[in-house]
């Protein structure tokens, strides 16, 4: 019925139906809060006695941080971040801003550290007039990359304009960002399998306008890690509609396994075999998983991703028009609990089981992993502080948020799971 709207058009009055029913949305959005408790679908999100595969170590403060130049500018929030291994050294690149919404004062700072307790500045990265989020380390041929996205200066709304690349050069400095693919586009993880390096990206312009329509997310190959072609040319590889964030793995035979964001919709387990990589089978999951980072350990795939507190996404009546089932759905994901939530990811079956909640509150989940060895992986994560009140996720987006930095270690025995 509206496939003939100009979208500007469209954006525009979704925008005026917003904001006349933003007061009925905080005040329903809170009373959502108030009673909504995580009672889990067995199907899904089933949290049992089966032996936890790692030992989670205490949480320690990296962004605000005792380890950290001392003249380094940050703002109250530090989120979006990676960290990598490369050199000899441990790399973390994190987003720093006054608040989580797009905001041109927003920045990216690269640190390095030998040890993990005291860190150096390498580079930092501020575009004029640009939010920059999405920072992505990737270590290729003895090389490292560091990736992000630049979006429009509008917090009120999702506006990629494109992705941007640098380098690390011999010297320790490092080159000039520059733009690279298509634009419009959001990088999300990369990561090197096979000689080759490997890069999920999505669509980002128009995600909120068309919710469950576009098929966005790509899985994108290059020998260079300067250069990327899409595996499935200008369509994406998965059927459904509507993708956006994408974690991936490559299995010993080289098969993908990935778990992918759905807007107002929930997330999808996808699988697919090493001769077709132009094409993957997925199952539906109601619940989001934002955010997601997947990493294997002794053939097993995990997952450290955002988990909802209020449940499954749920949309609304069938008969009410699509732009306010998506508000609604939104609605309610915005004013509900989150954790970060280790995950494993069982490939055969296509689903999801949450293991554990790590230490997490408010605004949170946003993982990097670095494999130290014989089962152990340092991890970096945000997260509002969890010492203080646990909001609502939209309320814990614009208070202070911290980086912290914790090790899963393989548990030879297991301990019991628990949320």
């Known amino acids: 019925m509206t ?25 329903a959005g809170l009373f959502v809060h108030g009673w909504q408790r ?23 403060p990296l962004v605000p941080g005792p380890g950290l130049p001392a003249d380094l ?39 390095s550290s030998v040890d993990r307790e005291r860190w150096e500045h390498e580079a930092s990265f501020d575009l ?15 090389r490292l990359f560091f990736y992000f996205f ?60 068309e919710p469950g329509r576009a098929r966005r997310t790509r899985l994108l190959r290059s020998d260079d890690g300067r250069h990327w072609e899409s595996v499935s040319g200008a369509e994406s590889p998965i059927a459904q509609g509507g993708t956006s964030e994408c974690a991936f ?45 997947l990493f294997q350990d002794e053939g097993r795939f995990f997952a450290l991703a955002r ?31 989150k954790r970060t939530t280790l995950y494993e990811l069982l490939p055969e079956e296509r689903r999801m089981v949450p293991l554990v909640d790590l230490p997490s509150a408010g605004d949170t989940a946003f993982a990097g992993i670095v494999p130290l060895g014989e089962g152990r992986f340092w991890v970096a994560n945000y997260t509002s502080p969890i010492e203080e009140l646990d909001p609502p996720w939209v309320v814990g987006q614009s208070r202070p948020t911290r980086i912290v930095g914790f090790e899963l270690r393989r548990a030879p025995e297991g301990a019991l799971a628990g949320p």
Not at 3 to 27: D, E
Not at 249 to 278: H, I, K, Q, S, Y
């Open 3 to 27: 496939a003939g709207v100009p979208p500007t058009v469209k954006r525009l009055a979704f925008g005026l139906l917003a904001l006349a029913l933003l007061p009925v949305a905080v005040a």
């Open 38 to 60: 995580d009672v889990p679908d067995p199907r899904f999100h089933e949290f049992d006695d089966r032996p936890l595969p790692f030992v989670v170590g205490e949480a320690t």
């Open 73 to 111: 500018p940050l703002g109250a929030a530090n989120n979006n971040l990676d960290v990598a291994f490369h050199a000899g050294r441990f790399f973390l690149g994190f987003r720093t801003a006054p608040h989580h919404w797009a905001t041109d004062a927003a920045k990216l700072h690269v640190l």
């Open 128 to 142: 004029a007039e640009r939010d920059l989020r999405e920072p992505r380390f990737l270590v290729l041929d003895g």
């Open 150 to 209: 630049e979006a429009a200066d509008r917090a009120t709304g999702f506006a990629p304009i494109g992705m941007r690349a640098s380098e690390r050069r011999a010297d320790g400095s490092w080159s000039p960002d520059e733009p690279f693919h298509e634009p419009e586009h959001v990088v999300w993880r990369a990561k090197v399998h096979g000689g080759s390096a490997w890069m999920s990206v999505y669509r980002g312009s128009g995600l909120y306008e």
């Open 249 to 293: 793995e490559f299995d010993a035979e080289g098969n993908l396994v990935a778990l992918v964001r759905v807007e107002a919709r929930g997330a999808l387990v996808c699988t697919a075999p090493a001769d077709r990589l132009e094409r993957w089978d997925c199952d539906e999951t109601p619940y989001r998983h934002d955010s997601p980072l």
């Open 307 to 337: 988990r909802n507190l209020g449940g499954p996404i749920e949309s609304g009546p069938g008969f009410w028009p699509d732009q306010l089932r998506f508000l609604y759905a939104q609605l309610r994901y915005w004013f509900a609990r």
